[in-house]
Structure formats: structure tokens, C-alpha cells
């Protein structure tokens, strides 16, 4: 199945375990041994598998030990500066996201909105 948008927590959830199941299975490790080298309970395992939901650090351990950590990388790519960005900061890189109260208008020019304005 293809993860989506439109696809719930649980659906998801569910995938994945799917697919580290399939994983292991493919380097041919049982669960206990995945667990072992991952340095989480088999239980812990089994509940990836199933769909339940584990901690992160717990999820980062198990990709490890089933050689998918370097995957992380293409799922959340290391952010850049978009072009039309450096053009407008000047080369620097933005600290802060923008405050709701703080718009630029059309002209470039910063207009500023009190609460009760808006």
C-alpha cells in the first residue's frame, strides 16, 4: 500500500510495520535477533510490526539495526535556504519564522497588525 496524505495514523502505522517486517524478514533476522542488535525488547519489536505505536528513539534503533537509518535522509533532507529567500535576506539565513502580525504588503512595504486589528 502507498502511504498518502489521506491515509490515518493508524493506516500508516500499519505500513510501516509492514514494511520493517518485510525488511527483516529479507535479512532473514528473526525478531528476536532484530531486537537484540537494535538494543530494544522483542516486544518492542512485535509492536512496530503490528502497527502499535513505540518512541521514536526506539523506531531510530530498529532502522538501524535493519540498515534503513541513511533512509531518514531522503524522508526529511537537510533544509537550504530557498533561492527567492537568500535574494531577500541577502545571503544571511533566517533564525525566526515571520510573526502572523507582522505582513508585507504587495509594494514590499511591512505593515503591522495589533490583535485587536486584525
Same mark, same amino acid.
Given at each position: /500500500? !502507498?502511504?498518502?496524505?489521506?491515509?490515518? +495514523? =493508524?493506516?500508516?502505522?500499519?505500513?510501516?510495520? %509492514?514494511?520493517?517486517? *518485510? *525488511? *527483516?524478514?529479507?535479512? @532473514?533476522?528473526?525478531?528476536?535477533?532484530?531486537? +537484540?542488535?537494535?538494543?530494544?525488547? !522483542?516486544?518492542?519489536?512485535?509492536? /512496530?510490526?503490528? =502497527?502499535?505505536?513505540?518512541?521514536?528513539?526506539?523506531?531510530?534503533?530498529?532502522?538501524?539495526?535493519?540498515?534503513?537509518?541513511?533512509?531518514?535522509?531522503?524522508?526529511?533532507? @537537510?533544509?537550504?535556504? *530557498?533561492?527567492?529567500?537568500?535574494?531577500?535576506? %541577502?545571503?544571511?539565513?533566517?533564525?525566526?519564522?515571520?510573526?502572523?502580525? #507582522?505582513?508585507?504588503? !504587495?509594494?514590499?512595504?511591512? @505593515?503591522? #497588525?495589533? =490583535?485587536?486589528?486584525?
Amino acid at each position: /500500500m !502507498k502511504i498518502t496524505y489521506q491515509l490515518g +495514523e =493508524g493506516g500508516v502505522l500499519e505500513e510501516l510495520g %509492514k514494511r520493517l517486517a *518485510r *525488511r *527483516r524478514l529479507d535479512l @532473514e533476522l528473526t525478531q528476536a535477533a532484530a531486537a +537484540e542488535q537494535a538494543g530494544v525488547s !522483542k516486544r518492542t519489536v512485535e509492536r /512496530m510490526e503490528a =502497527g502499535s505505536t513505540v518512541q521514536l528513539s526506539s523506531f531510530i534503533r530498529i532502522l538501524r539495526a535493519l540498515d534503513l537509518l541513511a533512509q531518514l535522509d531522503t524522508l526529511l533532507p @537537510e533544509p537550504g535556504p *530557498r533561492p527567492l529567500d537568500l535574494l531577500k535576506l %541577502k545571503g544571511k539565513i533566517r533564525q525566526r519564522a515571520p510573526s502572523p502580525d #507582522h505582513v508585507v504588503d !504587495k509594494n514590499g512595504e511591512t @505593515e503591522w #497588525h495589533w =490583535g485587536e486589528d486584525a
